[in-house]
């Protein structure tokens, strides 16, 4: 195990938060401990969530100790069932209250793992009541499931109500598009479960249009946020939701510290990116990551061509990694780090300001380990990248987000990125972000998936985000 970093003043919420980040996955016993000297309530919640997930999967017998301390907790049943089933061993003849709770909870929530393992728990006295919760569950069926058949089978219908679950469960591209188009055949309706009509809502807003629901059903959306499971993730479905509404529903939206930092939105964000952050003495380490498979491959083919025979540029290349660097007589460099996607082999190199993803979405979970409070620009190349704003956000702190709501694409990725880089090379401390994307509009402007890709500070959930960090962690 590598050292523990020192501890801060308690006093240091910023440092504090980070230590808990870095602690999360080597001991997150620790981060646990951390997170409950948080000041501010929703973050401390969240970092003890995720603390005590991790802590559930690494040492069952640990959370175990820990199940008095989070029984309560409304995140409590997004433990998953089969590590809920290794804690409550460990409880399960000393307190066998809290051991029924936990497994009736997460049996509810995740069924079909609580319905593989019945032979495990039946015997026990209240096996038959998580059972049950399964099975009522499970009578529900799951939105991928649904949705994929609506899919190939667009002449099913389903009840309006159905239309919202499905739309507020929606993740991949193809389940979105199906949920979409479910919304624009069902009236809104100002009854409905106000999770779902959020979600719903938020799914419709992040196309980029305003809203065309009736004000009544978006005062309903916005309410509830700091009751909420999760209320730091619902708080960012309302923001995106009032992106594309009009000024009156900030009305329902309650004064709490997170209705403040909401409100907060409606004032004009500033366009610009200071680019001597990206520079720390004169050099911007730039970190490139690409995956193994055909899309990782052609994307890093791609983005060596668009280098390749540039004077202005040098390459230096081993089996696992190419390094770029640029000869600009200005007093800035850059040096890209990039992997070879067929590499196993770890790349040292310094930390980075700016990082890029390349490939598939579904690899963003290798890309995450890369993302630290070092950054100061995050280019998410892949499809739908703006679902994963809240972990750039939340371990980037001070960085800037570019991503697309839609489709991303090697031609608009390489011709942004390279663009780009030739911009940060030039004289001048100040990039607008609005005059850099009308630079773009020659090439790209015809592209419906450039369309897609959106600008800093036209990103609500990463505007709130942030905006929410910065107050959350200089809490008095």
Known sequence: MPPLPPAPAVADQAALFEQAQQLMGMAPRLAFDKASILRAPILRERMRRDAYLALTRSNPKEAAALLPDVIGARWLPSVHFAQALDVAWHTVATQPALSKQLLVA????????????????????????????????????????????????????????????????????????????????????????VPALRGALALLAETGSLLPVPTAVILRALTGIDDAEDPLAEAVKAAVILAASPADVDAAISPTPLGRVLKSLRQTASPTLHIPDLFPNGLCVQRYVFHDDDDGIESFTSFLAAYANDPNWSLQRTPDRIILSSRSAQNRRIQIYANVPSSKAAIAAPRPTMLVHRGHDHHFDATRKFLTHDARLVFLGSCRGMANVEDVVTRC?????????????????????????????????????????????????????????????????ARFLAAWYREALSAP
């Open 106 to 193: 997460t049996a509810a929530r995740h069924p079909a793992a609580a319905l593989r393992e019945v032979r495990q728990y039946i015997e026990l006295p209240y096996g038959p009541a998580i059972r049950d919760a399964a099975r009522r569950a499970a009578g529900v069926p799951p939105a991928d499931l649904l949705l994929l058949q609506l899919k190939q089978n667009p002449t099913q219908t389903v009840s309006p109500a159905e239309a919202l679950r499905l739309a507020a469960s929606a993740q991949t591209e193809d389940e979105r598009e199906t949920a979409l188009r479910l919304l624009r055949q069902h009236p809104w309706d100002t009854s409905a479960d």
């Open 397 to 461: 702190r001070r960085a800037q987000m570019i991503a697309t709501r839609g489709i991303g694409t090697t031609a608009v990725n390489d011709a942004f990125l390279r663009a780009l880089n030739n911009r940060l090379l030039e004289p001048g401390d100040t990039l607008d972000w609005n005059q850099f994307w009308a630079t773009l509009q020659p090439a790209l402007g015809a592209s419906q998936h450039f369309r897609d890709y959106v600008q800093p500070h036209k990103n609500p959930a």
